[in-house]
Every structure is written in C-alpha cells, then in structure tokens.
C-alpha cells in the first residue's frame, strides 16, 4: 500500500470516528470547560502537575454533575478584575476604552480526581494505548535515535515520563531537540512518539513552511506521519493515532488540510525507516523481490507498476528514488517475462502462426 493510500484510509476512519454519537458527547464535553491562559496553566501545573481536566466548585455540580471530594486542596488561578473607566482614567492610561483590567484575584479550581459523581468523557476514551508490539521495533527505534543524533542537526534524549507533563515526548523548536519518554513500557509507543516528534521538526520547526498552523494542525499532521510510518513497519497504531487525530481536529476542514500536508514527511520517514531495516536486517525476507514476484498476480503486478510509477515521480530523497526505481525495474522485468512466456506459448499452441509468419517473411525477402 502507498503511502497516499495510509493517508487517505486514515482520513475515512477518523470522519467516521468524528461522526459518532460519543464523540460529539466529547466535544460537549470539552466545551464546558474554561480556556485557560498559559499563566494559568503554569500556575494549575506548578500546584498539581498530574490535573486533566478542572473546573471551579459550583460549575462541577452544575455542568457536570460531580461534587468536590471532603477535604480536597484548591488550585488556585488568577482571575482579572475588570472596572468601568472614568475619564480621567482613560486620560490617564492613554485609552479610549471603557473598561479595563485594574488588578487580579485568585479563585479556587479542582481537578476532576478531586471530585466524585457522574463519570467525565475524556480523550482517554478515544486514544488507547495498547499499540501492537513489534519483535524488532526496539531495535529500530534505537537506530532511528541513533540516526537522528549522528546524521542530522537534532538531538534526541531521552527523559523520565514523570518529567514530560503528561506528554510521550516533545519538540522544541528552539533548540532543535527532541525528548522522548525513556520509561515509556510500550516499545511501539515509543518509536511512534519519535516518529510524532521527527514529523513536527520537519513540518514545524522554527524554519518549516507549516511552523505556523495552529495546534490542531500540527498535532494532527505530526500524529498523522506517525500513523504512516508505523503501518509501513506493520504495526498498527490506529487505536492511538486516529483517536489522537480526531481530538485535536475537531473540525473536518482541518482533519482534510491537515493530512493533506504531510505526503513529503511521510515519503521521508519511511525511506529512513527502510533505510534502518535493511541495515538492521531485518528484511532478510526481502532479499529476493522476484521470488515475491512471481507470486503476485497479473492483476496484483500491474497495480504494482503504476504505484510505484507516482512513489518514484513523488519522491524527493535521492535514496528513496533509487530504491523505488530498482523495485520498478524489477516488477517490470517480471512483466515482461510473463509476457513473453505467454506470447511463446501462443505460438506453440498456434503453429499456423509461426508458418503464416515464414510465409511473409519470404515474401519480403524477394
């Protein structure tokens, strides 16, 4: 399969997933908590670094039908004080406008684990993490690390989940370093994370075309290479990554632009990935494509032949061209074997045709 082809199929499972029931009942959701800002956000985390999801003491009774647990300590937030502008103050503060933020109070919030009641819709629903293991996926993730550290301009580290605010991994942009959750159990989770991360410094980083897009772009982007590149590898992510897209794209348009973007990303991830495997080998099996070959079907060779016609005309990496040329000059060779045999064994079948044709040919001879 192509990597269009991944793409495309990702796109219909996630507008499906985006279509159900529960999902809409998880946007609702989502929509009755507050935006906070980033000092806010700084503030609930230096006070509960493990908080998801929070809302204030009478709001968790009204909209969601929970009660703050006995006992419970409060996070606090800063929230703006906000008067009407006398004259004078406008003159003074250089301002035209009515009102304005004069100072801030602090108001208690709780983390939904700190209430009890009515159980919370979560993301948690839709992303599950029980990728399927790979036997070699260690030894492809350490190569890809290893790769990234020793040919490209980024680091990669790794670090403790504990450490990572609830992430798998980062990006940052800045220092053109990746970190990655090193106690992550799940060794396909893992390679996928470096993936999401490799992606965003491709798409986003400080110099990329698409540094720009909103988050939801980019994480969908980002997640939607990982997706890729881990179907190539045959492990399938899709009970993480789609639900992972679909959180962040809530929005069809955006699931549509957003995919749309990363053919090139993901063309390059698995032209590294493929690049790894073969060194690693663990492509043993692959060492005799004609063997394959001559398996494969009229039908399955020609579908073969024009795929791999667009992959070399969309492939910008000079290895990964190279290696697709020899995969099409193979598959080629082995059509016109097979087309040869069968025109020979027509023949033979028809001896009329061989004598019609020595007939001619001494008709032009005189």
């Not at 159900?20 to 959701?29: E, R």
């Not at 998801?52 to 647990?69: E, I, L, S, Y």
């Amino acid at each position: 399969m192509t990597v269009s082809n991944y793409v495309a199929q990702a796109e219909q499972q996630i507008l499906k997933l985006t279509d159900s029931d529960q999902f809409k009942q998880y946007l609702n959701t989502l929509a009755k908590f507050h935006q906070y800002s980033a000092r806010n956000i700084d503030l609930i985390y230096a006070q509960n670094p493990q908080a998801t999801q929070v809302a204030g003491f009478k709001q968790w009774q009204t909209d969601f039908n929970r009660t703050v647990n006995k006992g419970a300590k409060a996070i606090r937030i800063a929230a703006p004080i906000i008067n009407k502008l006398t004259p004078a103050d406008q003159k003074r503060l250089h301002t035209t406008d009515e009102r304005a933020i004069v100072g801030y109070r602090y108001l208690p919030i709780f983390d939904v684990a700190q209430t009890s009641g009515d159980p919370v819709l979560s993301a948690k629903y839709f992303v599950k993490e029980n990728l399927a293991d790979h036997q070699n996926v260690t030894s492809l993730y350490n190569a890809f690390k290893d790769y990234l550290n020793q040919q490209t301009d980024l680091q990669v580290s790794e670090a403790p989940l504990a450490k990572l605010n609830g992430a798998k991994g980062y990006f940052q942009p800045s220092t053109n370093k990746i970190v990655i959750g090193g106690d992550e159990p799940d060794n396909a989770l893992k390679l996928k994370t470096l993936y999401h991360e490799y992606a965003h410094s491709h798409l986003h980083g400080l110099k990329a075309a698409f540094k720009d897009r909103p988050r939801a772009y980019q994480e969908t982007q980002a997640e939607a290479v990982a997706y890729v590149a881990m179907q190539n590898i045959g492990v399938d992510t899709s009970n993480y990554s789609l639900g992972y897209v679909a959180t962040w794209a809530k929005y069809k348009v955006v699931i549509h632009s957003a995919l749309s973007e990363i053919q090139q990303v993901s063309n390059k991830v698995i032209a590294l990935s493929d690049g790894l495997t073969k060194q690693l080998g663990l492509q043993e099996a692959q060492k005799e494509p004609e063997h394959d070959l001559k398996k494969r079907s009229a039908q399955e060779l020609n579908k073969a032949y024009q795929g791999l016609q667009q992959q070399v005309q969309q492939a910008t990496d000079p290895q990964q061209k190279s290696g697709l040329k020899n995969q099409l000059n193979a598959v080629h060779q082995e059509i016109s074997n097979r087309t040869q045999k069968q025109l020979q064994d027509f023949v033979r079948r028809n001896p009329e045709i061989r004598q019609a044709e020595r007939n001619t040919g001494e008709t032009l001879k005189r």
